[in-house]
């Protein structure tokens, strides 16, 4: 007798059988492709030793070209969300308010940062320290990519804040404000906990947006990130720009890797500390914390 699932039923002999099929069909498409893509680069000569040696059996490839662009990459990222994060947290927050002169104007500035593409946002901030600031052109682009992508990712995580709490159940905040607690208070220590959780994967998906989105600054703003040191590189190894762009795209998958791995971790943690604060509070306790005059053996 065949058992099932509170969403499919457990396939049959046929339907595994179809199953088999699909997918070894897809590893035989898969692996043609792969066959494929690695004939066309040896018939063009990328997969000599000499293009890739440099990665490999020569470190100022690294000391000149790949590590300063990753540094640069990874200072522009980090600003970029240590400002973004609380800036998108407050904003989310703001479009909850009850009064309309603060949830309002928050909406119009999430919704039009929201629409305007992070390119854009970039050019008109470089433009803007250009003329109307004393920051010098070395710096101007590290700014220009910084503010566009704080403007743009704080209204995007301005909106997972908002969806976060949201999505709590409504008693959640009505019993907080049962026991006294002011609106305020029922946002900090009961409503933004309990969402942290939920709104992590959203918000590390932003945080890998973020890494990405500094390669927009080296293609038009002359910022030295890491995929802009693919240019110089290649022009002084042989014109490797296969093997250049292939060791960027790894060092970027290895960079956001991390980065969702801790976030991996950092949401484990989070829910077992939360299943593991159940504190018993006892008689006495309460009594303690009783008003004076107020006490619980009060007759």
């Known amino acids: 007798m065949k058992s099932s699932s509170t969403l499919y039923d457990v396939p049959g002999p046929r339907a595994r059988r179809h199953n088999r099929l699909l997918a070894l069909a897809f590893l035989l498409a898969l692996g043609a492709l792969v066959w494929w893509v690695v004939s066309s680069l040896a018939a063009k000569n990328q997969l000599e030793w000499e293009k890739w040696r440099p990665f490999f059996a020569d470190g100022r490839a690294w000391e000149t070209y790949l590590l300063p662009g990753l540094e640069n990459t990874l200072i522009a990222a980090a600003l970029a969300m240590a400002i973004a994060l609380p800036l998108g947290a407050l904003f989310g927050i703001a479009r909850l308010s009850d009064h309309r002169w603060v949830r309002l104007p928050a909406g119009v ?5 929201r629409a305007v593409p992070v390119l854009i946002l970039m ?9 109307f600031t004393d920051v010098g052109p070395d710096s101007r682009p ?7 992508l704080v403007l743009y990712n704080a209204s995007v995580l301005a909106e997972i804040v908002r969806a976060g709490i949201l999505a709590l159940p409504k008693g959640q905040g009505e019993a907080a404000m049962a026991i006294g607690l002011r609106k305020g208070q029922v946002m900090r220590s009961v409503l933004l906990p309990q969402s942290v959780t939920a709104m992590l994967p959203a918000i590390v998906s932003q ?3 973020i890494v990405k989105d500094t390669a927009l600054g080296g ?3 002359g910022f030295s990130e890491l995929l802009a ?3 110089p590189m ?4 042989g014109a490797n720009t296969i093997a250049s762009f292939t060791v960027v795209a790894v060092l970027f998958v290895i960079l ?3 980065l969702t791995s801790f976030a991996s971790w950092l949401e484990r943690r989070l829910r077992q500390g939360r299943r593991s604060t159940g504190a018993v509070v006892t008689a006495d306790a309460v009594d303690d914390l009783a008003v004076p005059g107020d006490r619980l053996d009060k007759p």
Not at 123 to 131: I, P, Q
Not at 142 to 148: D, H, I, K, P, R
């Open 234 to 237: 290649s022009a002084n190894y």
């Open 142 to 148: 590290l700014y220009a990519v910084v503010t566009g």
């Open 229 to 231: 040191s693919v240019r």
């Open 256 to 258: 956001n890797f991390a």
């Open 123 to 131: 050019l008109f901030a470089n433009a803007a320290y250009s003329e």
């Open 109 to 113: 500035v999430v919704e039009f940062f």
């Open 207 to 209: 945080l890998v947006v």
């Open 219 to 221: 293609a038009l703003l």
